[in-house]
């Protein structure tokens, strides 16, 4: 049974984290206790005992109790087989989870432009511009990796390129409506 959101849990063993949202790494130590308010995409968000958010990445979900399968652990996966679709790329888009706003990137309209040539070597090679919620986000080369392990996943890509862009700013009218109901935007 894994452990309910907002009881606090003590580390299972040192882990590397990324501190939210300066993107900076810490080592959190065995013992140490947190409290998990966001699990999604196969990454989880944690609050320390200092106050802090960090993320825990798929790799050390163990060390908090959990445990991740599936396509949510990123390019550890073996792809799915099938021809190339730009669809299955927007799919995989839609398992990078903001760590602070409980909304994809595809949702949260941080992806700007999502576009795929053929290679003459045969595959694709995506191309994808994206942005963040705010410019000193330090989480933007964070879900920059993320994005690219997703996308390579997909069947028929052979290279992706993400770009993080800041033209135009991003603001709330690039969310889809789902993600305004979710955040009770209405």
Known sequence: MSPDHHSPISLERDCDVTLIPGGQRLKLHQGDRVVV??????????????GYLARVNAADADAIGRTVAGPETGAEEAPVSGPF??????????????????????????IYECQSRPLGAGGHRVEIKM??????????????????????????VAEV?????????WDMSRMSEAARLELGLY
């Open 131 to 156: 942005s963040m919620t705010a410019p000193g986000c330090g989480m933007g080369d964070v879900l920059k990796d993320d994005a690219q392990a997703r996308v390579q996943t997909v069947p028929g």
């Open 161 to 169: 390129e993400v770009e993080l862009v800041w033209d135009p700013p």
């Open 85 to 110: 679709e730009l669809d299955r790329v927007i799919e995989q888009l839609k398992t990078v989870f903001d760590p602070e706003i409980p909304i994809n990137v595809v949702d949260l309209g941080l």
């Open 37 to 50: 308010t966001q699990a999604l995409g196969g990454t989880f968000t944690v609050q320390t005992d200092q």
